[in-house]
């Protein structure tokens, strides 16, 4: 366990302009990689969201119905539902299992749920980061409001 003094917060008065600047530049670094990731998640819970949707309507639809199948976003095939019944999901790393359609909607509910916890998590960090980021820039402004005022 680190010592008792490295876990205290540094008063940022104390810090120099240079390392103001630099930590200016981590929070932006750090704000930056956490927009991407939240961006990231909203788009993984948009996929989840869709697919859900895409499961609820072979659900509803009988065998032998032709559909229009998307190999890949903007290619498709035309074919006919075999089996309304059952679905394979790919629950990742290259696994597959196949689940009955209610069942796989249910797994994707709670995976879209997983998804926005994770990121009002993210987003909750993000606050957190910005505020910081602008108590920097207003200690800095100050450091050099006062470095002028001396010269």
């Known amino acids: 366990?680190?010592?008792?003094?490295?876990?205290?917060?540094?008063?940022?008065?104390?810090?120099?302009?240079?390392?103001?600047?630099?930590?200016?530049?981590n929070l932006n670094n750090e704000i930056q990689r956490l927009a991407d990731g939240a961006g990231a998640l909203m788009r993984a819970a948009n996929t989840f969201t869709n697919t859900k949707k895409s499961v609820e309507q072979l659900a509803a639809s009988k065998a032998g119905q032709p559909i229009m199948m998307p190999l890949t976003s903007s290619l498709y095939v035309s074919g006919e539902v075999a089996d309304v019944e059952k679905v394979l999901v790919d629950i990742g790393t290259g696994y597959y299992v196949e689940m009955a359609t209610d069942v796989a909607a249910k797994y994707y509910d709670r995976r879209v749920k997983t998804l926005h916890e994770n990121i009002n998590t993210v987003q909750s960090t993000l606050r957190e980061r910005n505020n910081m980021l602008m108590h920097v820039q207003a200690v800095l402004q100050e450091k050099a409001a006062a470095a002028s005022a001396r010269s």
């Not at 366990?1 to 530049?25: F, H, N, T």
């Open 1 to 25: 366990m680190p010592p008792k003094e490295a876990l205290e917060p540094v008063k940022l008065e104390s810090l120099s302009a240079q390392q103001l600047i630099d930590l200016r530049q």
